[in-house]
Antibody, heavy 122, light 107 residues
């Protein structure tokens, strides 16, 4: 059974750095094709893709946020970490991590973690 | 960036109705599209991948079709548990983009 779980702070002050951890089980980065991504749901209820990291270390970021995002993986600990620098109120939302399945362009996210609600406020 | 224009933004349906949600891509994305159901307080749930393939465990009343840059999600015979928000996601570009979402509520 594949599971993912997000952890991190639920309240962050503006201009600080948000660090979120996705801990997963049931799959491994040692497997070719594996990826883990982050998606957030904004208060307006839209979904926004943030970043994804692949088994080979390749990373992709949402271009509109790229200069503020960093995604890393710890293969042995089965964790993926997302950092968001210089946070602002617009970064408030629920952050989800999910396994990326498929190969090449033919890919999708499944399953997903339960999400973590992060509020940016002073 | 590839833009995904999803419509309608919201719709109301009665139990047993057939509803159709559309995503239009700003350029060719082949069939690199997936559909997700989102309920408040829950994570997104994968329904359809590669435009038309039903995720195992998803009821067969959900179906996906596509033609060129237009993708549709159809629910044939809406059930109470289907009232939710639906999103499409393109993966043709490695910079992934979601549609804006379609909220389905009860009439």
């Amino acid at each position: 059974q594949i599971t993912l779980k997000e952890s991190g702070p639920t309240l962050v002050r503006p201009t600080q750095t948000l660090t979120l951890t996705c801990s997963f089980s049931g799959f491994s980065f040692y497997t070719t094709g594996v990826g883990v991504g982050w998606v957030r749901e904004t208060p307006g209820k839209a979904l926004e893709w943030l970043a994804v990291i692949y088994w080979d270390g390749n990373e992709r970021y949402n271009p509109s946020l790229e200069n503020r995002l960093t995604i890393t993986k710890d293969t042995s600990r089965k964790q993926v970490v997302l950092t968001v620098t210089n946070v602002e109120s617009a970064d408030t939302g629920t952050y989800f991590c999910a396994q990326r399945l498929g190969m090449g362009r033919r890919n999708w996210f499944d399953p997903w973690g339960e999400g973590i609600l992060v509020t940016i406020s002073s | 960036d590839i833009q995904m224009t999803q419509s309608p933004a919201s719709l109301s349906a009665s139990l047993g109705d057939t509803v159709t949600i559309t995503c239009r891509a700003s350029q060719n994305i082949d069939n690199y599209l997936s559909w997700y159901q989102k309920k408040s307080g829950s994570p997104p749930r994968l329904l359809i991948f590669t435009a038309s393939r039903l995720q195992p465990g998803v009821p067969s009343r959900f179906s996906g079709t596509w033609s060129r840059t237009e993708f549709t999600l159809t629910i044939t015979g809406v059930q109470p548990e289907d009232f939710a928000t639906y999103f499409c996601l393109q993966s043709y570009s490695f910079d992934l983009t979601f549609g804006q979402g379609t909220r389905l509520d009860i009439k």
